[in-house]
């Protein structure tokens, strides 16, 4: 065992500072239990090594070595001008603003929503509308997740998205939060719920910024349900500061003929890791999976996605591409389970690197469990470099070497860029896309 | 005005890995004019369109390329551009994900940008192409489609041809631009490349095939062969060429015969 990890003292000091919670907006008695139990099982747990396999590739000792302390209170000076960097350009979306982990009412538009949606905060929910939050802590499982077990421990805030039977949102819901310099040193633990009923659809956005290079931990944790026939689009966006750890889980559960539509761009944080996670829990449903991550410098970028084809007649879908510059090590592990029962499914994951300097590294490892014997599955995976003769294309055109260079950048993210749905959300990617490797 | 030529290639000597593929070719162009380069496959006309342009992937070993009295392999290739030369590939690169649009802009205002021009907008930029599409008989559909892809040959050639009216070199130089195309194609690419000749610029057309100078007709044509150039003359070179084929130059040559241009 890697005693120094498991038994340092941070995780220790977790538990001391579970008392500074009594001091939080007051929660249910359930929910209060769900807390102690989780901080004990993050003590049993300790946070992960290497030697985990979920964990090969991303070493969070970096995590482990740092003592944060978890902000329940209010706190930060976010101004409305602050956050433009953030909001695509767009107006008229639902937003709820969180900064430093609580909710900015001040900073927020729930204006003009349908009626049959719920948009609130958690720790609203937890004192006034408990059973609006009720499914949460049901949808995932901190049994093996010391990070989704720090999270339940200490989970404060978050949004609460619900809607009902039959409601379609056209504008997207955009949860956004931002931490800026007073969240040094400070670990945050946002904890979101997304209900959709049957046959609703909707478009949620969250998003994970800074506007500091603050030293911090944000380890959100998000559940969804998706009801029969309903879809849901559901992007992350990880553009958190460029000295923070973001670890974050989605966990999905579909039911038949639903569609969840996942894209998770990651560009921020030292150390990320994202898990993305979905059950096609009912015949019919569909899962697509896409993501880009745009990494430089040191920067380390995980991804682990899981889809479970626990039902017949699914599909899922799945691209993943990243770009990866300077010494940046980027990760992808896709993970397919198809039960005996899920006869019928089909799969296909790709993900795609290019990789712009000799020592920037991708570890990409597909991992296809199938237990049916009528399906069609399939993965594939590419390495690549610039492509040398489009760059003398490019040049002989008088486009300078730069340029030519971030055009083609471009042109690699374009595909799964284009598979975006929301105008001002692709539009923002591409011009990031262009922009990042200047 | 000047008396200095456009282009003066002295003794060039060109490597593709280790191998020598241009063994001391010269060749002079003046404004005004048209050279037609032929020569059998392998001859080295290739190399010669595409070190001019500066493709890195080929290393000059020896000999001078002036252009415009500058020292032009001192020139990285999109310097060269900004200074008005233009290659149209024999095989056009394909760039999924981004828009013909979009690129024939950055280049133009690139090389507006290089020589201290504003750049245009797109609604200016969208005049100006209006009247290029016509030069070559496209329609503005293909600006939104990505460089290439998906092109046939002929588009992919008629694409190159569009881009040069876009650009406006002052040295053009075309790349077995016939290659591949049928009758109706290469007319069209052959009259976009007549409309953009004037009395300030120079054209050098590579083909194997005598065809193409039909349509474009050549003040002078150089035979290649092994590397080096082993004669040169008017139009009607061309012609005796295709009937009496290659073999009738390079048997013709006398050993050790230097360039002729």
């Known amino acids: 065992m890697s005693a120094s990890v498991i038994d340092g003292s941070p995780a220790e000091s977790y538990i001391g500072a579970f008392d500074a919670l009594a001091s939080a907006p007051p929660v249910p008695a359930a929910v209060r239990a769900m807390r102690r139990a989780a901080l004990e099982r993050f003590a049993a747990l300790g946070f992960p090594t290497t030697h985990d396999e979920d964990w090969h590739y991303t070493s969070v000792s970096p995590i482990a070595g740092q ?52 948009l609130m905060d958690l720790a609203t929910a937890w004192s006034d509308a408990p059973e609006a939050a009720a499914q949460v802590g049901t949808l995932t499982s901190f049994e093996n997740s010391a990070f989704t077990a720090l999270n339940t421990a200490f989970m404060v805030d978050g949004a609460v998205v619900r809607v009902a039977h039959g409601v379609e949102v056209d504008r997207p819901i955009h949860l956004l939060f931002v931490t800026d310099a007073a969240a040094a040193q400070a670990m945050m633990h946002p904890r979101n719920l997304v209900v959709l009923g049957r046959h609703a659809r909707a478009t949620v956005i969250e998003s994970y910024v800074s506007t500091s290079d603050a030293l911090y931990l944000c380890n959100p944790v ?108 980027g990760v992808f592990n896709g993970k397919v389970l198809v039960h005996p029962i ?25 991992q296809l469990e199938i237990f049916a014997d009528d399906v069609k599955c399939t993965h594939g995976a590419t390495v690549g ?33 284009e598979t975006i749905e929301v105008d001002e959300v692709r539009e923002g990617l591409e011009r990031m896309s262009l922009e990042r490797f200047v | 005005m000047t008396t200095m030529p456009l282009l003066e290639i002295k003794d060039l000597h060109a490597n593709v890995g280790a191998k020598p593929i241009l063994k001391g070719l010269s060749l002079t162009v003046d404004r005004g004019e048209i050279h037609a380069v032929m020569g059998p496959n392998g001859s080295g006309k290739s190399t010669l369109a595409q070190v001019l342009a500066g493709n890195p992937a080929y290393e000059v070993t020896g000999g001078s390329v002036a252009y415009d009295g500058q020292d032009l392999l001192a020139l990285a290739p999109e310097e060269r551009a900004q200074k008005g030369i233009f290659l149209a590939f024999q095989y056009p690169v394909e760039i999924p994900g981004v828009s013909n649009a979009y690129f024939l802009r950055a280049a133009y205002n690139e090389i507006r940008k290089a020589r201290g021009q504003d750049e245009v907008d797109p609604l200016e930029f969208a005049d100006l192409m ?51 195309l049928d009758i109706d194609a290469l007319r069209v690419v052959a009259n976009g490349v007549n409309k953009l000749r004037r009395p300030d610029n120079a054209t050098i057309v590579v083909t194997h095939y005598q065809r193409l100078l039909n349509y474009i007709v050549p003040d002078f044509v150089h035979v290649l062969a092994n590397g080096r150039i082993l004669k040169s003359g008017g139009k009607d070179l061309a012609l005796e060429l295709e009937e009496k084929g290659y073999d009738w130059v390079t048997g013709d040559a006398p050993a050790g015969a230097g360039a002729v241009a």
Request: charged share 20%; net charge negative.
């Open chain 1, 67 to 118: 003592e944060f302390m978890p902000l329940t209170a209010r706190s930060g000076s976010v101004r409305r001008a602050d956050l433009a960097p953030f909001t695509f350009g767009a107006t008229g979306w639902h937003t709820m603003v969180f900064v430093n982990g609580r909710y900015a009412p001040d900073l927020s538009d729930r204006g003009g929503l349908p009626a049959g949606v719920t």
């Open chain 1, 222 to 329: 998000t559940e969804v349900t998706v009801g029969d026939g309903a879809t849901l689009r559901h992007f992350k966006m990880q553009r958190e500061g460029a000295r923070a750890f973001h670890v974050g889980t989605i966990e999905t559960r579909q039911a038949r003929d639903s569609h969840y539509v996942s894209f998770s761009f990651a560009a921020g944080a030292a150390l990320s890791r994202t898990n993305i996670y979905t059950t096609l829990g009912g015949e019919g449903g569909g899962a697509t999976l896409n993501g880009l991550y745009m990494l430089g410098g040191e920067q380390h970028c995980d991804h682990q996605t899981q889809i479970i084809h626990a039902q017949p007649n699914c599909f899922s879908r799945e691209l993943y591409k990243g770009v990866l510059d300077d010494r940046s090590h």
């Open chain 1, 342 to 366: 899920a006869q019928k499914t089909d799969g296909k994951q790709t993900n795609n690197t290019l990789l712009l300097s000799d020592t920037a590294q991708i570890d990409t490892k597909p």
């Open chain 1, 385 to 417: 470099q610039i492509d040398q003769l489009a760059l003398f294309y490019l040049e002989s055109r008088g486009i300078g070497h730069a340029l030519a260079r971030r055009l083609l950048t471009y042109a690699f993210a374009a595909d799964v860029l």
């Open chain 2, 130 to 180: 209006e009247e290029r599409l016509a030069y070559v008989d496209m329609d503005s559909s293909m600006l939104s489609r990505s460089v290439n892809t998906g092109f046939s040959g002929g588009e992919k050639k008629r694409n190159e041809i569009l881009q040069m009216a876009v650009l406006e070199p002052t040295l053009g130089i075309l790349d077995e631009t016939d290659s591949g």
